[in-house]
Nanobody, 125 residues
Framework: VQLQASGGGSVQAGGSLRFSCAAS????????VAWSRQAPGMDRNFVSA????????YYADSVKGRFTVSIDNAKKTVYLEMNSLRPEDTAVYYC???????????????????WGQGTQVTVSS
């Protein structure tokens, strides 16, 4: 499975962006899919994850109520809708997928075998 991420960009605080993560070379059915981000000089941290295609959903406290992850199985695409963006959301965002991710490893980068390219999001105040 290859992942192609798109949808980054620059926006003012309070604005919205939507990320897409499209899979090719296979399906995402049965996979856990996650979004992670890395700000300059910071560790990469998980933003959101879905376990087993629509089951349990995880959101970092910093994005709860503002970010929403969704899946279009027919299009083999995962979306991350980001609203009420803040300057602290500025980072490079990555999507990831894994077929063998267990619940306890949902926020473990090493559990995901497939990664999309990073996409920059810049939020200005």
């Amino acid at each position: 499975v290859q992942l192609q991420a798109s949808g980054g960009g620059s926006v003012q605080a309070g604005g919205s962006l939507r990320f897409s993560c499209a899979a090719s070379g296979g399906t995402l059915r049965g996979y856990a899919v996650a979004w992670s981000r890395q700000a300059p000089g910071m560790d990469r941290n998980f933003v959101s994850a879905i376990h087993r295609m629509g089951g349990y959903q995880y959101y970092a406290d910093s994005v709860k109520g503002r970010f929403t992850v969704s899946i279009d199985n027919a299009k083999k695409t995962v979306y991350l809708e980001m609203n009420s963006l803040r300057p602290e959301d500025t980072a490079v965002y990555y999507c990831a997928a894994g077929s063998s991710v267990i619940m306890s490893s949902l926020q473990s980068h090493s559990a995901y075998a497939h990664w999309g390219q990073g996409t920059q999001v810049t939020v200005s105040s």
